[in-house]
């Protein structure tokens, strides 16, 4: 299908003699824009000229793998290893260099998968979002650290993994992070690791240890000095690193770009670099050279236009450099003169100067022919020429000849016209290739290049896309307003656009499938992946969670269909139809969603469909009413769980999620529990304060809805409160019950004694209110120290009575000391005790709450126990 896009076009061009100005409102044409921070090391005109950089002998050179090298994406383009390299790691630490020169929905730096586990140590940035992803161990450790992205500039890129100590370091270029991890904790004799014998990739993402790559998620770039450490490197070493020092002090890495273990496949190639070339801070320049002749003022507002300058050379090699190369245009150059391209200064009247055009600063260094040096009102610009080798002379500035543009940072220009749903790159750059020709790359798949008279787009990605301009005369590049044929771009063919799915005309993707006699059925699979906190005092929890939702829309139809369904990707879901979910907590409150994403696949479950002559392109077609649509959607949950804290530290907590269809009736399509599904926790179930026990899926039918309650049971791990907290208050009125054993006579350190024990239980109380969440009726553990501290208020209230019943003086005659804790032989023993003793009321009433309180602190624990035993075992 051809195409040709035209709009209403306006470009007004002002002359004023010393430069010139555009303004123009454009249908399809290239605008330049400055775009700041990015450089480019080599880039090319017609001819290109690359500023030389020289190692310094004994210069420690590093590895550099270049992916992506053909003409087109692919996902055959990486580093591998085979199964079984890679040891058990508990720390790990990753150091590269890293230049982009296109970007993909996800770039993968590091990509290891292990059997159930596809990503069980992944590193990757994402643009869209600006983030630099960390995922390990299963998905017990997941982060996500901001970037600043920076496009044909080495960026320097530093990640130390400490498992053990919880920590996790990261550098990115000046940016850094620290951070301490939240891990659940583990049991005796297990701990979190990086399992070893998997497989390791550079420049593609695993999804299993079959790769099961996407071509949209591709490192597409170069990567320089990749290493992998089995330790953990600390902040002076990765700066170092970063600051491309050698790391000789350490112990080898146990991967890097030249081990055996590597293997380089596909479009993939590996080399070496000085070090300096990948650290100097310093934007390399690079040249451009235009063979169209322009007169000197034309020339140098096209290059400002450019973001560049016209050339100047400052020293003996690098005009020796630019003459050599481009002294082959010497007859497409000259005017009347035999002039080859022009210098970047202009001669000052009044100093009788020649100085720069940039900022008016006198030249330090020229190569003038001796007879034409001088500044004159007729030559006031400087060009070199052919006749005199390596030589400059002034000149008129209404001559014409080429030019040459001097750039200090890669340029980016936007592609304006186009529709906002297209395919083609609206970003470009200039770039640099084998034959030295002016090439405008895309940010993400397009290449623009001149072939056969004309300037051609073709897609990197898409083999049906492409573009060819309409020339008006030989030599027009592709800046200012131009007309464009286009060919399969997405507005034109619904085949390229959703690449697997085929929409029919008509079709609405906000209407559900039709039902036929039964309603649409929509099985859900539920996986908790973590749980990320367990906020009591707020009564709320947060978990990650990830849904697989399974239906038929008998109204599509598939192509080219694979029988792996992570390579059946709809790139663009938003054209097909899938449920919306409305996520209610227990109590009926709306649901908190972090992060959010999510990704629609087909599932092969059927033969193709009969060949259909009448279409043209002989794909493999295949029933939407046969072949299954899955939504995989990943998120991060909260929401509130009403805690009921009653039994608290013995407590079991019950929280449930509510997911119900938003806008399908019931009688339109039902939500149902998948095969060998429904929900399952996959993530650690122990974690800080309790433990996961059950999950429990639902179905519920509401009176217009279908819905799925999903309920996760939580334990709490009490241990830790009966060692630190109900034993040792236990045994402070214990040791305040003792003090009634004294003697009777020793009121003060009885008093003593209690009083401390009625402190430090106080304190006990006080400590422990502080770190547990407060609530307005009485806990479990509230219970326990009001009712130990009202045994220990009445132990001292028993003591004082007893004090009050002892004589202030004692008897000198007929005395009889008696032990309290001596029990009289018979009743008339303790008649005559009576009879003779002052001191025989308060040994009675010290017997009796001797008695009682044994009687009452069994009683408690009788009480407490068959409480505590009860939570326990249920």
Sequence with gaps: MRSQVRYEESAVCKEDGRNTSMVIRQEMGVVAREMGGEVARQEAGVVGIQKKTMGVVGEREVGVVRFQMGNTATTDSLLDTRLGLIPTLRQVTLVLHLKLHRLTSHIPLLSYAVHNSSQ?????????????HVQCCGGL????????????????ICISLDLPKRVLRVIYDLQEYEIDLQLPKMSVGESVEVRGGGRLVVGQRLYSLDGDFLVVEILDGEVGDWRLYDTYLSRSELQEWTNCKNLTSLNDPILDLF???????????????????ICDLKSTKFFLFFDRKMKFNLAESWCRKLKGELVLPESEEVNADFYDSLFIYKDQCKDIWTHLYWIGMRGNLTTQQWVKVRNGAPITWSKFLHEYRQVTPEFQCVATVTHDRYKWVASPCDIETCVVCNFTFSPVVNLRGLCSFTFLDHRYSFRGNDEMELVFDGKAHMVMEKRQGTWVMRSRLYPDLNATMMVDFEGQYPLGIHRWNIHGDRYQSDELYCDVVLVPNGYSPRLPPPAAVTPLYISLDVNIISIREIDLTAFQISLDMRLEMVWRDSRLQYKNLQDNMWSNKLWDHSEVWTPGLKLKDGTGGAVTLGVDSQNVFVVKASRPLPDDVTILREDERYSGADNDLVLVREMILTFKCHFQLHMYPFDRQMCRIVISLQDVTKEVGVLAKQEEGGVAFIGER???????????????????????MIGLEFHNQFRYYIANTLMPSLMQVIICFT???????????????SLSSLLLLATFFSQTSQSIPRTSYLKLIDAWFVVLICQVFSIIMALVYIE????????TSNQINVDPTETAHNISELK?????????RAIRANRFFLMLFSVSIVSMMACFVPIFTYNVLA
Excluded: C
């Design 259 to 277: 081990s055996e273990g590597f293997m380089v496949r596909g479009p993939t190639q590996l080399s070496k670099m000085p070090s300096s070339e």
């Design 832 to 840: 005559d005790v009576s009879h003779y003793n002052p001191l025989s």
């Design 120 to 132: 069980e140590l992944f590193v990757e940035l994402v643009p869209k979002k600006k983030d630099l």
């Design 739 to 753: 003090t009634l054993l004294f003697h009777i006579t020793d009121f003060q350190d009885r008093i003593v004694v």
């Design 686 to 708: 122990n974690l800080l304060e309790y433990t996961v026990t059950s999950e429990t899926f639902s179905i519920v039918h509401g009176p217009h809805v279908s819905s799925a």
């Design 141 to 156: 450790v997941s982060e996500a650290f901001p970037f600043t992205l920076k496009m044909f500039v080495w960026q320097h």
């Design 804 to 811: 009050t019943k002892r004589p202030r003086q004692d008897v």
